[in-house]
């Protein structure tokens, strides 16, 4: 959520920022509303202070026994009573609405993301390794997973619809060992604190991140009233909220492996086949809370821990700068990741990293304490994949397949699959 304060001084920043998320200026209306807002606070203020006021008024009017100046300042407080209620809904109302109005409008990307409209228009800002290069012919993991025997997409549907896969065997156990390879580097190498957390939540938790009210049909709802996480980044960002965090234990650095949940709501036709948009994986989550002057140096560490995990595993991938048009609601900046996929001939997004400046702490309401000056100010939160792990399954299959259709499992992975070396057609 931005600061109306800043709104107020920086009107055309706003509006320019907007501009290059493709979005109509708002200052104007944002500022009016603040101003009705100012006006019933300050209306309640002076009933309030006026009725203060008249009280002693009374007070000394009825030692003085001035009688009827006694009684007209009782029937001035009496009045005061009867119309400080509508005064005070007046003021919450116009509060609601602001805070409503300010709840939807997208994040202030940084100077140096490139404007453009969308995907089109995003950045290669690097590539790592190379494209595997094959005499057999590709093929994508759906056919790959069928052919083996352990990838059903038509029982998936029995048992909960489309979107879903049910995965058996040694596929079953390469998914699990890409997840526990993933939470132990980060963990063991990255400085991640490990955390298991709540799959469910309330409206508050997805609110503080910036899911709701805007992409409320993004999720899933229980009969309730929680959520279903759509990451787990909603219940690593909510660990500090409503905090004020000692400087000295900043960074914070959470991490997490866990289902999430989606619903897919804006993705109609899309990705239909396979397991590359479903609406329940697995993914491995990092978070890190910071000061206001590290975040943008964490958001390099950040990406670079996720980048690790494909160097690893010896994948093929690029590293995207998104522009300002393709950026997520409460991103300042974004880097994505994205796998080679041999078998469609492109890149897929496996990682997304953001750094988010104040935005969702200003929401949770988390703040620090300075280093210098002790002064509380609103933390910094950053947020990525490393990596979703469904999308690094389907890479490992695409780009580790050998012609006679078995697929090699990567040395990283092979003491986590019980030193199995290759996965073949079940027998």
Same mark, same amino acid.
């Given at each position: 959520m931005l600061d109306i304060k800043w709104i107020r001084e920086n009107p055309e920043a706003l509006d320019a920022a907007l501009a290059k998320r493709g979005a109509e200026p708002l200052s104007e209306s944002l500022i009016a509303l603040d101003e009705k807002r100012r006006? *019933?606070?300050?209306?309640?203020? +002076?009933?309030?202070?006026?009725? /203060? *006021? *008249?009280?002693?008024?009374?007070g000394a009017a009825m030692a003085q026994k001035n009688t009827e100046l006694a009684e007209k300042l009782k029937a001035e407080v009496a009045d005061l009573k009867v119309l400080l209620p509508a005064a005070e809904? #007046? #003021? @919450?109302?116009?509060?609601?609405?602001? /805070? #409503? *109005?300010?709840? @939807?409008?997208?994040?202030v990307p940084h100077d140096d993301v490139p404007v453009g409209k969308d995907e089109a228009d995003n950045v290669v800002t690097r590539v790592t390794g190379e494209k595997p290069r094959w005499n057999h012919t590709p093929k994508e993991h759906y056919e790959i997973g069928e052919a083996l025997g352990y990838m059903d997409f038509e029982t998936a549907a029995k048992l909960s619809g489309s979107r879903f896969t049910v995965l058996t065997g040694p596929l079953a156990r390469l998914e699990r060992a890409l997840g526990q390879f993933m939470i132990d580097?980060?963990?063991?190498?990255?400085?991640?604190?490990?955390?298991?957390?709540p799959l469910m939540v309330r409206d508050e938790a997805v609110f503080g991140v910036g899911q709701l009210p805007k992409f409320a049909e993004d999720m899933f709802r229980?009969? #309730? %009233?929680?959520?279903?996480?759509p990451t787990a980044e909603v219940t690593l960002t909510n660990l500090v909220r409503?905090?004020?965090?000692?400087? +000295?234990?900043?960074?914070?650095?959470?991490?997490a492996l866990t289902p999430s949940f989606r619903s897919e709501a804006g993705s109609a036709g899309r990705d239909t086949r396979g397991m590359l948009r479903q609406h329940q994986f697995w993914k491995c989550e990092l978070v890190s809370i910071t000061d206001a002057e590290s975040s943008i140096a964490e958001h390099e560490r950040m990406t670079a821990c996720a980048e690790e995990v494909l160097k690893r595993l010896g994948l093929h991938f690029r590293t995207l700068t998104?522009?300002? %048009? +393709?950026?997520?609601?409460?991103?300042r900046k974004t880097y994505d990741l994205e796998v080679w996929l041999p078998g469609q001939n492109t890149y897929r997004e496996i990682s997304s990293c953001s750094v988010c400046g104040d935005f969702q702490a200003r929401r949770m309401n988390t703040r620090y304490r300075g280093k210098e000056d002790k002064t509380n100010r609103f933390v910094h939160t950053l947020n990525g994949s490393g990596t979703a792990v469904g999308r690094c399954l389907i890479a490992v299959l695409e780009n580790y397949l050998n012609e006679d259709g078995s697929v090699t499992i990567p040395d990283v992975l092979v003491p986590y699959m019980g030193g199995l070396t290759k996965i073949e057609k079940a027998a």
């Open positions: 006006t *019933a606070v300050q209306k309640v203020q +002076d009933m309030l202070s006026r009725r /203060n *006021a *008249a009280s002693k008024e009374i809904e #007046d #003021d @919450r109302a116009f509060s609601e609405e602001l /805070n #409503d *109005a300010l709840s @939807r409008i997208p994040n580097l980060h963990t063991s190498e990255h400085g991640y604190t490990e955390v298991s957390s229980t009969t #309730d %009233g929680r959520w279903l996480i409503e905090e004020i965090l000692e400087h +000295d234990k900043l960074p914070l650095r959470f991490t998104l522009c300002t %048009g +393709d950026m997520g609601f409460g991103s």
